[in-house]
């Protein structure tokens, strides 16, 4: 390339300026925006140095290639530094490495803690990049946003106050994002992309109906695999993503065998890629890919490529990927010589069918936004502990960590786990009151709760993760399956008392739903307001769960194959919540009482279903709660709650854009052409109840009613 994109000309002279985030499209040449004004100051100040952060280690590796190919060797000396990196090379790269390629874990747990060690680094931190900052969102971007005020706390200790650049999927609040991640105000948008944009045939492909009644459709996968045996045959170089390990697998076998008889030539060009490559492996899949060699791979999650492969001549997404935003990145691998076609497969999830009817709205603007809350409790002051452990906290703190830092610092004092050091009567310092701990260690960013269970694999002895101690029961009990990273385990023993899920691989067919008891009780009303005829309320609430049972059901058709009972102990734990009660009386006139539950509990699994388009965010993240008669409001009330211990500010973006989400629910369910409901519309994969008992034409009429309530419109209309 010899000339910038406007775009690119853009960002270098808006990171001069002050923070900047970019979020043009996948082909754009958005690493140029940051990499160009950290080439630049690093040539200007041979002691300038920048740390760049990114989601994964794979796409670290990507951009120290990219920063290595400038050739700039003197002046531009990148490395590496993650879990990977090894002993001996460490010393040297916090030495002399004066860009520094790392990911928010090591940042929190191995650079932040051992600052002493880097003091280099921070008193000359010029630059940090934060790229892919849409990954950062929900529980793991509240962590982050942590990280990153820690990181300028003692950038500022060192007396450095680095410039951030950021990059983006398109999102509805890239600034916001920004913002909230990193604690700035006034952060720069560069959106408009200058670079050619390709055009790109869009194609949606709904499977047939097979039963009416039922709402069953032909399968995504058999669907997908003809099209793709299709493509390869017609020459296409092509990539295809769905979810999950075991997706991919199959897939790619039914390609094969598509092709085997006519031209088993080409079954041999069609190879599946998955997670556990190395590196190196990875680069020859994606250089044959790239040079034309392969005609398809098949993969699980658009993060794990790394950036070389270059256009390609189609994309083919199988089943929703969770949000508008990574179906528009993995979309956007198509294009190659200026023209591409862009695939989406609808699977029967009720997202998946909503967002197959209706494209075009989707596509239009970017709908989600991305959700964080630093400042969410239980992740807060995993963090101030942290912060604690890097340096006594004090007064100037508030500029990094926010106002309000001191009064959790003043609960974690009398937890008994921060020290007051007065230094005079009005002011006074936090440090740790146990020294010789290492706080970061004990927190994992992919958790809300420093309370969890570890989930160990026993066939291989290895740790595959953790989950918060609130879900353990309903997610890790004995006999459920878990999915971790597409591939599946099922748990041979949940240890409450040593806090750990003994779990091994599992070939079956089947899945797991445990069946549990839910109360919820308001602890403190945040906000309300009037809202489609009903009072809409924003609080704490506490939520008791008892897993009873779980159902087992067959993967193909979700057919019930039986139901287990289990003994565990209650669990409790608090969070955020909407609420909204609505008058028995009226409700009567419109939907008889022996139906009444099922229309409530139908209207919240919709509700629940189409949130994730308006607060980036997995339906498992959300719960929900429908009652015909709740003892706090006394009315018949249906709760919508964050998943996470502390709330991760979900259920607040609900509150906040209430009269989208009932309208979008509605259409969710009139929409579908089954007749009583259907995973596709009202019944959840995630139901306590079982999804019993649901009432799809209560829950509609409700819907309506409440929307008809809105008179004159609360809201201008979107577009
Ligand atoms: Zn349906
Ligand atoms: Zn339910």
């Not at 609430?541 to 059901?553: E, F, G, H, P």
């Not at 067959?554 to 139901?563: E, F, G, K, N, Q």
């Not at 519309?681 to 009613?705: F, H, I, T, Y």
Request: glycine content about 8%.
């Amino acid at each position: 390339m010899e000339r910038l994109y406007s775009h690119q000309v853009d960002a270098v002279h808006s990171a001069w300026r002050g923070p900047t985030i970019i979020t043009t499209g996948t082909a754009s040449g958005k690493s140029m925006c940051f990499n160009l004004p950290t080439l630049d100051v690093l040539c200007r100040d041979a002691r300038a140095r920048a740390l760049y952060v990114y989601p994964t280690k794979a796409l670290a590796q990507d951009q120290a290639r990219a920063l290595a190919s400038f050739g700039l060797t003197k002046r531009v000396r990148p490395a590496i530094y993650d879990g990977d990196t090894a002993r001996e090379a460490r010393a040297d790269i916090r030495r002399s490495a004066n860009v520094v390629l790392t990911n928010p874990d090591m940042l929190h747990v191995g650079i932040l803690p051992n600052h002493a060690a880097w003091a280099d680094l921070f008193a000359n931190l010029a630059l940090v990049v934060v790229d892919e900052a849409h990954v950062y969102r929900g529980v793991f971007g509240s962590h982050v946003a942590n990280v990153l005020r820690r990181l300028r706390r003692i950038a500022g200790a060192y007396g450095t106050e680095p410039r951030f650049l950021l990059t983006s999927a398109t999102i509805a609040n890239p600034v916001e994002l920004a913002e909230r991640l990193t604690g700035l105000e006034q952060v720069r948008l560069i959106d408009e992309d200058g670079s050619p944009a390709p055009s790109r045939r869009i194609a949606v492909w709904n499977p047939p109906v097979t039963d009416a009644e039922l709402g069953t459709r032909r399968s995504a996968v058999g669907e997908a695999a003809e099209l793709l045996a299709r493509l390869v045959r017609d020459g296409a170089r092509t990539i295809c993503f769905i979810k999950s390990r075991k997706g991919v697998e199959l897939l790619s076998r039914l390609v094969k065998e598509d092709l085997h008889d006519s031209h088993p030539e080409l079954a041999e060009l069609v190879m599946p890629y998955r997670a556990g490559y190395t590196s190196q492996q990875r680069r020859e899949l994606e250089g044959r890919l790239t040079r034309g060699e392969l005609r398809a791979v098949i993969t699980t999650d658009a993060l794990e490529l790394g950036i070389d492969i270059g256009e390609l001549d189609a994309a083919v997404v199988v089943t929703f990927p969770g949000t508008v935003a990574s179906l528009r990145q993995m979309w956007g691998r198509a294009g190659r010589r200026g023209r591409g076609l862009a695939v989406y497969v609808a699977g029967e999830d009720a997202l998946d069918q909503f967002f197959a009817r209706h494209p075009e709205d989707f596509l239009d603007r970017p709908v989600e936004a991305a959700i964080l809350d630093h400042e969410s409790p239980l992740i807060f002051r995993q963090h101030l502990l942290c912060a604690a452990h890097e340096g006594p906290l004090s007064q100037d703190d508030a500029e990094f960590l926010g106002p309000r830092w001191e009064a959790h610092a003043e609960l974690l004092e009398s937890a008994g786990e921060l020290r007051r050091r007065p230094i005079d009567a009005a002011s006074g310092s936090y440090v740790p009151r146990h020294h010789g701990r290492y706080p970061a260690a004990e927190v994992s960013l992919r958790s809300a709760s420093p309370d969890s269970f570890a989930i160990v694999d026993v066939s291989t002895g290895e740790l595959l993760g953790s989950t918060e101690a609130a879900r353990a029961h309903s997610t890790v009990h004995e006999g459920a399956i878990y999915l971790h990273l597409g591939r599946a385990y099922e748990v041979n023993e949940l240890d409450l008392e040593r806090r750990r899920a003994l779990v091994g691989p599992f070939g079956g067919d089947w899945y797991t739903q445990p069946k549990r008891e839910t109360d919820t009780e308001i602890v403190r009303l945040l906000d309300r307001r009037e809202a489609l005829g009903v009072t809409l309320s924003f609080g704490e609430v506490s939520v008791t769960d008892t897993v009873l049972a779980y159902q087992r059901r067959r993967v193909s058709d979700h057919a019930p194959i039986d139901l287990l009972t289990l003994d565990l102990p209650s669990t409790s734990f608090s969070t955020q919540a909407l609420w909204f009660e609505l008058d028995t009386q009226e409700l009567a006139e419109t939907i008889p009482l022996e139906a009444l539950l099922g229309a409530l509990h139908a209207a919240e699994h919709a509700q629940i279903a189409v949130l994730p388009l308006i607060a980036m965010c997995d339906r498992w993240d959300i719960g929900g709660l429908s009652t015909n008669f709740h003892p706090q409001t006394g009315a018949p009330t249906i709760f919508l709650y964050d998943g996470h211990p502390g709330g991760i500010g979900i259920a607040r973006t609900a509150f906040a854009r209430f009269e989208e989400l009932c309208e979008d629910a509605r259409r969710l369910i009139a929409e579908c052409p089954c007749s009583s409901g259907c995973p596709s519309c009202v019944q959840s994969p995630k139901c306590g109840n079982l999804n019993e008992p649901l009432s799809k034409a209560g829950a509609r009429l409700l819907l309506e009613r409440m929307l008809a309530a809105a008179s004159p419109p609360t809201l201008a209309a979107p577009l």
